[in-house]
């Protein structure tokens, strides 16, 4: 699937790109099903929420099932990673958050660049976080937020808080998330089960609490350039993977 001038302008330009229509209802049916099983597994990299105690997010996925792994290396994520930023990707991070129904809890405004590099010493920001719904997304179930443009204006400071919610998350303070909303204004990246997002490393996002009885998973990859690699090796495998050889695509039919 390879993105044309337009698409690659437009992720330059807004930070984000939402394309419908990518995966098919029998491919997702199918990593609907798999999700339901890994989600049952006992492992540290199944993170609970705070309050309800339900799965919020489980990491590690292309190290725990074959159709995550497939799904990772999808030439409908790894062709247009490789338009922006380059062939010789490692897998930094796989993902389901799910935000249940009812319970499903915020991710603060952040960008994924804070943690990258507070965390893990990433040097650039140059990793790509590529998404695929597995619900439809809405504008009740815990879409996620974009602050299109939010890129553009240098490292907005960032705190750690590991407080709020059970995933430690480098956080962008309001007065920041308020001026850069005064700028360029919020978008809701609403779409149909299917759907596949990408976003670059400092766009600031964030997503509500999920108080509409619909679900909402969405799977995520987050592909780096293998000579941007990790320099601190604290946090778990399941939180940012070890193995920085290129990855190859799978097959067009690798999910089905
Ligand atoms: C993220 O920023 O990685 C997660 C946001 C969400 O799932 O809503
Ligand atoms: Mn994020």
């Known amino acids: 699937m390879k993105l044309n001038n337009k698409q690659l302008k437009k992720i330059n330009e807004n930070g984000y790109i939402i394309l419908s229509g990518c995966f ?4 997702v049916n199918n990593l609907r099903k798999e999700m339901k ?3 049952k597994e006992k492992s540290e990299a199944n993170i609970i929420e705070k309050s309800s105690g339900v799965v919020r997010t489980a990491m590690g996925l292309h190290l ?3 159709i995550f792994n ?12 490789s338009q922006i930023i380059g062939h010789n990707l490692y897998i930094q991070q796989t993902k389901i958050n799910i935000k249940a129904a009812f319970t499903g809890e915020v991710w603060q405004w952040h960008y994924d660049f804070a943690t990258h590099f507070g965390e893990d010493g990433v ?3 140059l990793a790509l976080n590529l998404h695929v719904y597995l619900d439809d997304v809405t504008e009740f179930n815990g879409p996620l937020f974009f602050i299109p443009k939010s ?17 430690p998350l480098w956080v962008v303070d309001h007065k920041n998330v308020k001026d850069l909303v005064k700028k360029n204004g919020i978008v809701s ?13 400092k766009l600031v996002h964030g997503s509500a609490q999920n108080m509409s009885p619909m679900d909402r998973a969405i799977f995520s990859v987050i592909l780096n350039p293998c000579d941007n690699k990790q320099t601190k090796f604290v946090r778990p495998e399941y939180k940012h993977g070890r193995d920085f050889k290129p990855i190859k695509a799978s097959s067009n039919k690798s999910l089905l």
Not at 24 to 27: D, F, L, R, W
Not at 70 to 81: D, G, M
Not at 191 to 197: D, E, I, P
């Open 24 to 27: 098919s209802n029998k491919e």
């Open 37 to 39: 099983k890994v989600f």
């Open 64 to 66: 725990r099932s074959k």
């Open 70 to 81: 497939n799904l990772t290396r999808h030439p409908k994520f790894f062709e247009p990673a």
């Open 123 to 125: 040097p650039k920001p």
């Open 151 to 167: 890129h553009k204006y240098g490292s907005a400071p960032s705190k750690l808080d590991t407080v709020t919610t059970n995933y």
């Open 189 to 201: 990246a609403h779409g149909k089960a299917g759907t596949v997002v990408i976003f670059v490393d």
